[in-house]
């Protein structure tokens, strides 16, 4: 435990990857007294606003998206600030980036380094640099991070102050390994789990407020079931974040928890109920809501 009160700071692609890779941690954080600050790096419009991009597929030419757009990044931040508040936190940094600028750059880099001197975090947590390969937003951003840790720390061009940043960590970095052939020569894994199952009710009503994404309701309940609790199953809980620290941990004896020394003792039906434990997935739904077999693909349609 550490003798102070933290600071976090979560840095995201997109708005909602603020809370709901990592937000059962944050919240846990939060209610230690821990300062959390989420940097939204992009607006996530472009990408991730999927009522704007179905107009823009049913309307072609003819929907004049620019007219729309700062209307929808007021949307989805208001959406995320209040996911965050659920979460326990508000402090939601928008650095304003346009979601379709999906390379590495100077100025992104930058955003984020100024960030962290001013914030000056004692853990900062992103995404893992090669996600997807490394060839989506996610690995952008995580790869500017990773380059924003290193100049916040040094002397840097301007007058700043610099902030060394001791601890960073990758959420979720197994996420999207298998779904290329490029990830399999990544390096992620997960080498620690924080069990959320106390807290996964709130990061379910938090998915609901992702309304522009189509998370709130039956959505963000399987979500609970399916990332979530498969992580928990791996982690022998309930349900369970990842994450990938990205330097080894400095300790004076190797660490094992009262958990795991207990867990000696536990017999088999203890682990498997608490592993068996289903919360999120059984939560009411928003009001209006209700699940549904409508979207269901035929099975003639699987025919080749």
Same mark, same amino acid.
């Given at each position: 435990?550490?003798?102070?009160?933290?600071?976090?700071?979560?840095?995201?692609?997109?708005?909602?990857?603020?809370?709901?890779?990592?937000?059962?941690?944050?919240?846990?954080?939060?209610?230690?007294?821990?300062?959390?600050?989420?940097?939204?790096?992009?607006?996530?419009?472009?990408?991730?606003?999927?009522?704007?991009?179905?107009?823009?597929?049913?309307?072609?030419?003819?929907?004049?998206?620019?007219?729309?757009?700062?209307?929808?990044?007021?949307?989805?931040?208001?959406?995320?600030?209040?996911?965050?508040?659920?979460?326990?936190?508000?402090?939601?940094?928008?650095?304003?980036?346009?979601?379709?600028?999906?390379?590495?750059?100077?100025?992104?880099?930058?955003?984020?380094?100024?960030?962290?001197?001013?914030?000056?975090?004692?853990?900062?947590?992103?995404?893992?640099?090669?996600?997807?390969?490394?060839?989506?937003?996610?690995?952008?951003?995580?790869?500017?991070?990773?380059?924003?840790? !290193?100049? &916040?720390?040094?002397?840097?061009?301007?007058?700043?102050? =610099?902030?060394?940043?001791? /601890? %960073? @960590?990758?959420?979720?970095?197994?996420?999207?390994?298998?779904?290329?052939?490029?990830?399999?020569?990544?390096?992620?894994?997960?080498?620690?789990?924080?069990?959320?199952?106390?807290?996964?009710?709130?990061?379910?009503?938090?998915?609901?407020?992702?309304?522009?994404?189509?998370?709130?309701?039956?959505?963000?309940?399987?979500?609970?079931?399916?990332?979530?609790?498969?992580?928990? !199953?791996? &982690?022998?809980?309930?349900?369970?974040?990842?994450?990938? =620290?990205?330097?080894?941990? /400095? %300790? @004076?004896?190797?660490?094992?928890?009262?958990?795991?020394?207990?867990?000696?003792?536990?017999?088999?039906?203890?682990?498997?109920?608490?592993?068996?434990?289903?919360?999120?997935?059984?939560?009411?739904?928003?009001?209006?809501?209700?699940?549904?077999?409508?979207?269901?693909?035929?099975?003639?349609?699987?025919?080749?």
């Amino acid at each position: 435990m550490p003798t102070r009160p933290i600071r976090l700071m979560i840095v995201a692609a997109h708005p909602a990857d603020s809370f709901d890779q990592a937000g059962g941690t944050l919240a846990h954080h939060a209610a230690r007294g821990d300062s959390v600050t989420a940097v939204v790096t992009t607006t996530g419009v472009r990408s991730h606003h999927w009522e704007l991009a179905e107009k823009k597929r049913e309307m072609g030419a003819e929907f004049d998206v620019e007219a729309s757009v700062q209307k929808a990044v007021n949307e989805k931040l208001e959406e995320v600030r209040a996911a965050c508040r659920i979460m326990g936190f508000e402090d939601v940094r928008d650095l304003g980036f346009e979601d379709d600028d999906i390379l590495v750059t100077q100025d992104k880099i930058e955003a984020i380094a100024d960030v962290i001197r001013e914030v000056k975090p004692d853990v900062l947590i992103g995404h893992h640099p090669y996600e997807s390969g490394g060839f989506k937003m996610h690995g952008t951003v995580g790869q500017c991070t990773i380059y924003a840790w !290193q100049l &916040a720390q040094g002397t840097g061009r301007g007058t700043q102050e =610099r902030h060394p940043v001791p /601890v %960073l @960590y990758f959420m979720n970095p197994t996420a999207y390994v298998g779904n290329n052939s490029l990830e399999y020569a990544g390096t992620s894994r997960t080498d620690l789990y924080v069990d959320i199952t106390d807290v996964i009710e709130r990061k379910v009503k938090a998915l609901d407020m992702i309304t522009s994404q189509f998370y709130g309701g039956p959505y963000s309940r399987k979500r609970s079931e399916t990332s979530d609790g498969a992580y928990g !199953q791996a &982690a022998s809980v309930a349900y369970a974040e990842p994450f990938q =620290r990205f330097q080894p941990q /400095v %300790l @004076y004896y190797l660490p094992i928890t009262e958990h795991e020394l207990e867990a000696r003792d536990e017999g088999p039906g203890f682990g498997m109920a608490r592993r068996g434990e289903v919360v999120g997935g059984l939560m009411p739904l928003p009001p209006g809501m209700e699940y549904t077999s409508a979207s269901r693909v035929a099975k003639e349609k699987y025919t080749t």
